[in-house]
């Protein structure tokens, strides 16, 4: 599998810069900004390596969009790239500036500019955990979010990721109505400021910020639930695995997170090791407070409930969500970096025996986690195993060879679009319309490869 090569990294007139962006917040001293830099890149032996000495030449600390068109603009007459970035919890240097140039830190344009039943307009850089707790007191939440949702943004979720805990019911980003609009300015001399509603904002979806600085979005939320924090033990996966299918496909239980984890994960899970037996396979779950007694009935006495208790998110607690999706990756890397991890889909219509075949196949080695997720109206698995780590080579083999059996693959181990994307390539609307916001191919160079700039 090729390897990716940086792009060259630019030549910055600083003072130029500097005296473009006037009284713009900056950040210029060399250990915060190569600190500023770097998001959760790690995760991945091989971008660890590759990206271990990526930094930009200056952080700019926008305070409203007038900031950011006047950054823009600078940026534009000044030939300078600029990588838009806020919480930095992604995990395959999505937001790593690696041309250098400008780091755009977002994470001061906070704050709700409206919200009214199943709708809010927030700013980009509003933290996700924040957003929901300004919505709840109406009786509504986001209808999805990261594991990272403590400390990620809703504008780096939006540019960055694809689904997360909700997708369950809500299916990922990319579905229809789950991104409502999106307010972007563009990266020209004179910039503008573009409205995207409806299938038009999927334009900046999981575009790692190359198609446009995302200023505001418009997302939809869902009633708000007293959710209830469930981990079921079962003597083996699989059993965890069709237990799982079955609470997922319950349409009438409602639910946030389905999650089936192989032993010896949970092994990692040391603040929640009183529940998980040792040996045991878990399914970890967010359900509703009024479905708690469908949920049981659903189970029929598999498996042995070891928590049940309401959901919590305040700053001494772990919510269990920080224990599923890539947070499972993570538990593991607190102790020991010699493990990684691959980004599954599974196909619907032999989900089972996939699912078994490709644990047969590589038991030890590829240690079974999945989600249950809707995928195009239909229940399937996203899955985040842990990899054994040996070598790139066997890394490569391994995502090779679940491809070759009907597993689709996003390759985390490589920083670019194209590579990290299921299908291989940039997004035909995405790769159109960079070309009109940035004609010049400022903006995060090196993650969509396949552009090139138009003037």
Known sequence: MRQEAHP?????????LLSLLGDVPTITEP????????????????????LKQVAADIIVRPRDEADVIRTASACARLRVPLTVRAGGTGNYGQAMPLAGGVLLDMTEMTGIVWQKPGSVRVRAGTNILALDEATRPNGFELRMHPSTKRTATIGGFVAGGSGGVGSVAYGGLREPGNILAARIVTIEEEPRIL?????????????????????????????????????????TF????????????????????VTPIAWP????????????????AILVCMVAGPFMESFRAILGGRGTITREAPSREEPTETPLYEYAWNHTTLQWLKTDRSITYLQLLYPHDRLEESVWEMMERFDGEVLPHLEFIRFAGRITCSALP?????????L???IRAHEDSGVMVANPHVFGLEGGSRHKRAEADQLGFKAEVDPMGLLNPGKMESYVPVR
């Open 386 to 394: 842990i990899v054994r780590y040996s070598t790139p080579e066997r």
């Open 8 to 16: 060259p990294r630019a030549e910055v007139d600083l003072d130029g």
């Open 396 to 398: 490569f083999a391994l």
């Open 31 to 50: 250990t915060l900004v190569r600190r500023k830099s770097r998001d959760f890149f790690w995760y991945s032996p091989i971008l660890a390596e590759a």
């Open 195 to 235: 409205e995207l509603r409806q299938d038009a904002a999927q334009k900046v979806n999981r575009a790692y910020g190359t198609t446009g600085i995302i200023t505001e979005l418009e997302m939809p939320t869902a009633p708000a639930w007293p959710w209830i924090d469930v981990v079921v033990a079962f003597d």
């Open 265 to 280: 994960i949970p092994a990692q899970f040391t603040a929640l090791k009183d529940a998980c037996p040792e040996g045991k």
């Open 238 to 257: 699989m059993q965890a695995f069709a237990a799982g299918r079955d609470i997922a496909h319950a349409d009438g239980v409602v639910k946030k997170l």
